[in-house]
């Protein structure tokens, strides 16, 4: 399984500066300087406690 998560902007300041750090999945903004991760979660598809009906009102 690959997993390519490639960030085009930075999740920041919008700069596309991005590069990737030595860690995989982890990247730099030379822009604002900042460091991050991007990390699978899982599929948000749905909500969490769902009951299939929405309460509203
Ligand atoms: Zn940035």
């Known amino acids: 399984m690959s997993e390519r998560a490639v960030p085009f902007h930075c999740p920041y300041c919008a700069e596309e500066t991005l590069r990737p750090l030595e860690t995989h999945g982890q990247w730099a903004c030379a822009s604002c300087r900042r460091a991050f991760a991007l990390?699978?979660?899982g599929l948000a598809g749905d909500t969490s406690g769902?009951?299939?009906e929405e309460?509203?009102?």
């Open 39 to 41: 990390r699978f979660l």
């Open 50 to 52: 769902s009951t299939g």
């Open 55 to 57: 309460v509203s009102g």
